[in-house]
T-cell receptor, first 115, second 111 residues
Framework: GAGVSQTPSNKVTEKGKYVELRCDPI?????LYWYRQSLGQGPEFLIY????????DSGLPNDRFFAVRPEGSVSTLKIQRTERGDSAVYLC?????????????FGPGTRLLVL | TQLLEQSPQFLSIQEGENLTVYCNSS?????LQWYRQEPGEGPVLLVT?????EVKKLKRLTFQFGDARKDSSLHITAAQPGDTGLYLC???????????FGDGTTLTVKP
């Protein structure tokens, strides 16, 4: 069975550009999380979806960051007017329906470099 | 803000040695998890501890949750090169749904 997949695996962009990062969760998982991991640090929570709706977006750092999950499966994290400080690994995780909050399965991440 | 502090930040040991890494929280979580992350990969869950004082064993790894449910430790016996990686602890509050991670301990086991 396929795990969580993320595309692209690497993204290099210039300051000020717009980027989209995609997450394909494990089939049937209703909960989806985005985290950001900077070099030498642990993952930092960004946003949590339950189905199509954002249940908690308190971790989004500012209004340049936005995420959607229109059909309750694939999710896209969108970053506008990228800044050098946005450079990090963006991790996605999913969780199956009806299990405890602990069982998150992580993807390999997208490494974003803003020049 | 709930914070998790992990120590040491870096640890380099020889194969066969024992080690302990620590995770300390400023507040209580519903449960605490330990993950292992390898370069270029996402974190992989090792264990979840829920009850204060709980001890769980996973082969050569022993996880302990403090009585006050604010701290945890991971002890590895007879470390092997395959244990090399970043060990992360994460606190979970059931109602919040999200995990709060520490900054990890980078373990290197030399053959």
């Amino acid at each position: 069975g396929a795990g969580v997949s993320q595309t692209p695996s690497n993204k290099v962009t210039e300051k000020g550009k717009y980027v989209e990062l995609r997450c394909d969760p494990i089939s049937g998982h209703t909960a989806l999380y985005w985290y950001r991991q900077s070099l030498g640090q642990g993952p930092e929570f960004l946003i949590y979806f339950q189905g199509t709706g954002a249940a908690d977006d308190s971790g989004l750092p500012n209004d340049r960051f936005f995420a959607v999950r229109p059909e309750g499966s694939v999710s896209t994290l969108k970053i506008q007017r990228t800044e050098r400080g946005d450079s990090a690994v963006y991790l996605c995780a999913s969780r199956p329906t009806g299990t405890s909050v602990e069982t998150q399965y992580f993807g390999p991440g997208t490494r974003l470099l803003v020049l | 803000t709930q914070l998790l502090e992990q120590s040491p930040q870096f640890l380099s040991i020889q194969e066969g040695e024992n080690l302990t890494v620590y995770c300390n929280s400023s507040s209580v979580f519903s449960s605490l998890q330990w993950y292992r992350q390898e370069p270029g990969e996402g974190p992989v869950l090792l264990v979840t501890v829920v009850t204060g004082g709980e001890v769980k064993k996973l082969k050569r790894l022993t996880f302990q949750f403090g009585d006050a449910r604010k701290d945890s430790s991971l002890h590895i016996t007879a470390a092997q090169p395959g244990d090399t990686g970043l060990y992360l602890c994460a606190g979970v509050n059931t109602n919040a749904g999200k995990s709060t991670f520490g900054d990890g301990t980078t373990l290197t086991v030399k053959p």
